[in-house]
């Protein structure tokens, strides 16, 4: 944040670390695939690729949108306010469960997803 | 003494610019932010019906998966010389700029064809909105039709925000030299923002998708 006070009008950032965040952005994307090729339990699979994207989304965010080099206020102005009704839109997802009960009934197992 | 208020009514700025950013970049915020909720929505509608039905899981890793790796590749690719756009607009270098935008939007449209290309691949295996293939029906018993419905939604939708990004870059590259940095910067702001919608976009539909059975 402090690095930007002095020079505000630049684009601040060199093309270096932008660069090494594109690298990382593909080792990330490597390693997803590589989970893919390996076929992980699902539950696993989700949890580890949710995490490895929301990295791959606050690198976006900070670096190639600039967001780091913005005024904090700038910054908790639009994010709290995402992330938070995203999580409000979550609580709709238990429910899916009660909905694979009702279709495929409680006595007999549901399919197990593959 | 004197420089340190100074300094600190400089930041200020007597609350003219409270955010420190023009008014358009702060509107591209805004409707990035609302954007993003439109995007989650749509995926967390996928998630529902997906953990609420039986699921085909269709797409094998060669060549289903790694084609879309590519798609993946190109589309980040894509914002790396964006951002190398913005940086030399702001040192001044505005033609320079417009190539890097013009590379940008090529990058763009090749991942419209690849992405259109994988559309008819699924769309001649017989999968439509509200249908799947009698095959897939025989391997996934009880699959709901939905399949098709998220999967074109999704897609399309950020199908089509990389086309209106191609089109908004190629005229923000035709006028570079007339527009303030911070134009410039804004039309970098869309790029990355659809970009970032497809690194939730491929993990979700096709990296949890791999077909258990198929290398």
């Known amino acids: 944040m402090s690095a930007h006070a002095e020079s505000h009008d630049h684009f601040a950032g060199t093309n270096r670390l932008f660069v090494s965040v594109w690298v990382w952005l593909l080792a990330l994307t490597g390693f997803e695939v590589f989970l893919g090729y390996i076929r992980l339990p699902v539950m696993y699979m989700l949890v580890i690729l949710m995490g490895a994207s929301i990295i791959k989304a606050a690198l976006i965010v900070a670096y190639f949108m600039h967001m780091r080099f913005e005024r904090l206020n700038l910054v908790m102005t639009i994010v709290p306010a995402v992330v938070i009704c995203i999580c409000l839109l979550l609580i709709f997802f238990p429910d899916s469960f009660r909905a694979r009960e009702l279709r495929y009934g409680n006595a007999q197992a549901a399919p197990e997803q593959r | ?215």
């Not at chain 2, 749509?42 to 060669?62: D, E, H, K």
């Not at chain 2, 064809?113 to 909105?129: F, M, N, Q, S, T």
């Not at chain 2, 790029?191 to 998708?209: E, G, N, Q, R, T």
């Open chain 2, 1 to 215: 003494m004197a420089t340190e208020a100074q300094a600190l009514t400089n930041d200020w700025g007597g609350g003219v610019h409270p955010y420190h950013v023009g008014h358009r970049k702060l509107g591209m915020w805004l409707f990035i932010m609302s954007d993003s909720l439109t995007f989650s929505a749509l995926l967390i509608g996928y998630a529902y019906v997906r953990a609420s039905n039986v699921w085909p899981t269709p797409f094998s890793f060669y060549p289903g998966i790694v084609f879309s790796s590519i798609m993946t590749l190109v589309l980040l690719s894509s914002s790396l010389t964006m951002v190398m756009a913005v940086s030399s607009s702001a040192k001044g270098r505005r033609s320079r700029a417009s190539k890097w935008i013009l590379a940008t939007a090529v990058l763009g449209a090749t991942f419209i064809v690849l992405h259109l290309i994988e559309w008819k691949h699924l769309i001649d295996e017989g999968v439509r909105p509200f249908q799947l293939p009698q095959e897939w029906l025989e391997r996934w018993p009880g699959a709901t039709p939905l399949f098709g419905a998220t999967f074109f939604g999704i897609t399309g939708v950020h199908m089509f925000h990389v086309f209106t990004g191609c089109i908004y870059l190629l005229v923000v590259a035709v006028r570079a030299k007339k527009l303030k940095h911070e134009d410039i910067e804004i039309s970098g702001l869309y790029w990355h923002f659809v970009d970032l919608v497809w690194m939730f976009v491929f993990p979700m539909i096709y990296l949890l998708s791999v077909d258990p059975g198929k290398h």
